[in-house]
C-alpha cells in the first residue's frame, strides 16, 4: 500500500516555465487536496476536490491549476512559473475528517 | 486574516512530562479539527481529530480538547517521549473534511532529555 506519492521530490525552475506536480493515492480517497508550506506560514491551501471531474479553488489558488479525471489522481499544474511559487508543495487524501488527511512527502520546487 | 492560530511557536518540554500545546480559531463554520505532527523533510502524520459536537478525544497518549465558546482547543501529550519532538499543525476543516484543511502555523516541540 503505497499511500499518496508525488513526484518529483525536487525541482527547480526556470522563471516562466511550466511543469506538472503529480500526486497519485491508492486508498480510494474521494477527497484530495494540495497545499503549499512556506517558511513561518503553516501550509495552506491551494485546491482541493471532493470527487472526479470536481475541483474548486482554496486560501491561495492564483497560478495552479488542476483537473481530477480518475479517482487516484490529482496533478497540480504550473502555467508560468514564478520565484514567488518557491516552496514546499504537499498533496493529501481522504475518506473523511475521522480518518485525517494522508500526506505526500512533499516536492520542493525552486523557480530562479 | 489567518483563521487558525498557534500563538507559541516552540515549546519545551522534559521526557515524561505532559505537552499541552494550543490552538485558536476564528471561523464558526468549522466542524472538525485536527492535530497533525511533522518532521523536517516529511509529509504531516495525522494525530488525533475531534468534531465540534464533542469536547474531548482521546487516543493512546494524546487528548484533545475544544472548548467551543472560547474558540480554543488543546493537545495534550501525557507522558511526553524524546520521539514527540516535531513540529505539530492544528488544522480545521468544514463539510466534514471535504473543503481540505486550514492551518495553523505550528509548534516545534522539543522533549527535553
Known amino acids: 500500500n503505497a499511500g499518496v506519492t508525488q513526484t518529483p521530490k525536487f525541482q527547480v525552475l526556470k522563471t516562466g516555465q511550466s511543469m506538472t506536480l503529480q500526486c497519485a493515492q491508492d486508498?480510494?480517497?474521494?477527497?484530495m487536496s494540495w497545499y503549499r508550506q512556506d517558511p513561518g506560514m503553516g501550509l495552506r491551501l491551494i485546491h482541493y476536490?471532493?470527487?472526479?471531474?470536481?475541483?474548486d479553488q482554496g486560501e491561495v489558488p492564483n497560478g495552479y491549476n488542476v483537473s481530477r479525471s480518475t479517482t487516484e489522481d490529482f496533478p497540480l499544474r504550473l502555467l508560468s512559473a514564478a520565484p514567488s511559487q518557491t516552496s514546499v508543495y504537499f498533496c493529501?487524501?481522504?475518506?473523511?475528517?475521522?480518518?485525517?488527511?494522508?500526506f505526500g512527502s512533499g516536492t520542493r520546487l525552486t523557480v530562479v | 486574516d489567518q483563521q487558525v492560530k498557534q500563538n507559541s511557536p516552540s515549546l519545551s518540554v522534559q521526557e515524561g512530562r505532559i505537552s499541552i500545546l494550543n490552538c485558536d480559531y476564528t471561523?464558526?463554520?468549522?466542524?472538525?479539527f485536527l492535530w497533525y505532527k511533522k518532521y523536517p523533510a516529511e509529509g504531516p502524520t495525522f494525530l488525533i481529530s475531534?468534531?465540534?459536537?464533542?469536547d474531548k478525544n482521546e487516543d493512546g497518549r494524546f487528548t484533545v480538547f475544544l472548548n467551543k465558546s472560547a474558540k480554543h482547543l488543546s493537545l495534550h501529550i501525557v507522558p511526553s517521549q524524546p520521539g514527540d519532538s516535531a513540529v505539530y499543525f492544528c488544522?480545521?476543516?468544514?463539510?466534514?473534511?471535504?473543503?481540505?484543511?486550514?492551518f495553523g502555523k505550528g509548534t516545534h516541540l522539543i522533549i527535553q532529555p
Open positions: 493529501a487524501s481522504s475518506y473523511g475528517h475521522l480518518y485525517g488527511y494522508t
Open positions: 486508498m480510494n480517497h474521494e477527497y
Open positions: 476536490s471532493v470527487g472526479a471531474g470536481i475541483t
Open positions: 471561523n464558526s463554520m468549522f466542524d472538525y
Open positions: 475531534i468534531s465540534s459536537i464533542k
Open positions: 488544522a480545521a476543516t468544514t463539510g466534514g473534511g471535504a473543503d481540505g484543511l486550514t
